[in-house]
Every structure is written in C-alpha cells, then in structure tokens.
C-alpha cells in the first residue's frame, strides 16, 4: 500500500491527433515524444503503439535509456488495417482472424525485443451495430479461440485485453470488466490479464473502483490506464475533473488490494498543453494518492462496513475533502 506511484502515458497522444472535424498539435518523431515525456513532472514511462507508431525495438530501447524511461505495455492496434474493419478477431474470414493473431504475436516479439513485460490489446474493431447482425455464441467461440491462439505464444510476455463498452462499433463484444473475466476463463491462460481504463468504465456504467475489487480477487492480473470523462462518451480528460470522489475511491481501493503497476495516461490533450495536460494528471494522482495514505485507514474501513453512510461522510468531508 505505501509503494510509490508509477505513472506512464500512451506515447500516440503526444503530438497530433484528431477527431472527426479538428486536428490537435504538430507531428513528432518518437524522438521528440519521448524527449518530452521525460521532461514531465512524475512521468517515468510509455506505452507505445505497435505498429503504427514505432516497429523497431532497439531504437526504441535505445531511445528509452537515453531518457530514462521505463516501458510500461506494448499497445497492438488491431483494428486500423483495412482487412480489420468488418473486425479482426472474430471475423467470419478465417484467414483475417489469423491475420489478426499474427498481429498480436508479433507485438509480442517487439515487446520481448523492447524489453517490455506485456502487451495489450484493445479490440475495437471487433463488435456490432444492430439486432440480427451475427451469431453471438460464434463470435464469443472466436474470441476465444484467436486471444488463446495469441496468449498462448511467448507466455512469457502476457496479453492483456483492454474492454470498452463502443468504438469502433457501436457496441464492443468485449465491452465490460465482467465479461473480460468470462472471457479470460473461458480461455484459461492464467497469465493472460485485463486492461482496466477508468474512463471505460465509467461511461459504461460501471463503478471504477468496484471493477478493481472485483479483478484483484480474480485469479488473472490486471493493469490501469487513467482519465476522466462526463459519463456520455470516452473523452480522455484529466482525472478526476468531472468524477472527483469516484476517482478518489478508485484510488483507494487500488491501494486496498496492493497494486503496484503503471498508472498509465490514456489522456487527449486537444485544446489543451501537451505536458500540462499530463502533469494534471501525476500532480492530481500523486495528492489524491497521498492524501488517501494520511487518513486513518483502521477507522475508514470500520466506517465503510459499519452501514451509515452519514458518518462516512462525515469523515471524507474532514480528511478526504479538508472542508
């Protein structure tokens, strides 16, 4: 519970990006995003996505010892390729679903190459849009089938699945933390981990914090990305800007249960200063964090199990909130 914060930030959100009528920031090479990164307030390492933004490890090794980084996962983007748009994974072409492992696999050879410990996926492409679009029962026996083909190879660099309730499809097969776990035992890799994003969670309806509960009582790892949004839609805000409270119990609770992993940016700068944007989001997480340390924990938890939620509230509002 005491051991320090590490934060990381996904490396493609620094420089340009865009949404569907505006386009943010300039170009940067690797290079340049990685000399930034290093040059803000608590950041000590990236995630980075293969293979659209970088495909050849030891520069990229090379790049992250110049600058003292640490890697924190191999982000595969299996979903970009114009093969991938009708979905990857779970295409009723067999020869695209094999593509899409090989994908994965040799994310995880560059990951291995980089010297990173994981590799995680989000399958965004891989969903639907309307009733009577697929067969439900087959496209679960795909998922099952081409993530333990993919987690399967190099056991040792293990896959983590990142859920998302939408996007790119307007509704995510692997959409909630719940059906990750189903889908993780179904596969039984034990290795094999889920990528938690807060935002995801909350713009699904799910509560943060209770998702953390519930996958460090699994028995498969798990790994953190942070932002916040309104609830509507994944914004990739800054933490705890329109969910304070809730991001502070997601705090609390990942230090309940020992988590000692990245807490990872998956943060859009937009209108907003680059490293400003992912300084709010150390500076914010480290005071939430320590404040969290401070309080009475002993008396916290009696508070929590004791059944009145007034007398909780009043010891937030004196040692969480300082009102």
Known sequence: MNSPVKFALITSFVGKTKDR???????????ERLEMVARMQGM????????????????LKSLLATHKLEVAAINVNVKAEPEFRNGGLTSTDPAIRARAVQFIREAKDFAQAAGADKVTCCPLGDGYEFAFQCDYARMWKHLVETFG??????????LFIEYKPSE???RCFVDTAAKTLCLLNDIGIPRM???MDFGHSKYGGENP??????????????????NDNNGKWDWDFMVASHNFLEYAEFLYYLQEVGYTGFLTSDTSPTRWDIVGT????TRMTQKIWDRLLAIDRAEFRSLIRGGDFLKTWQFIEANILKL
Request: charged residues 20%; aromatic residues 14%.
């Open 44 to 59: 000590s390492g990236v995630e980075v996505v293969y293979p659209y933004e970088v495909k050849d490890a030891a520069l």
């Open 168 to 170: 790119t499809r307007g």
């Open 209 to 226: 914090a209770e998702v953390v509960s519930m996958l460090a009582h699994s028995r498969y790892p798990y790994y953190i990305h942070i």
């Open 21 to 31: 009528f505006h386009e943010y920031n300039r170009d940067m090479t690797l290079a």
């Open 278 to 281: 992912f300084e709010a989001n």
């Open 193 to 195: 981990g889920t990528t």
């Open 149 to 158: 083909e993919a987690g399967n190879y190099k056991p040792e660099i293990p």
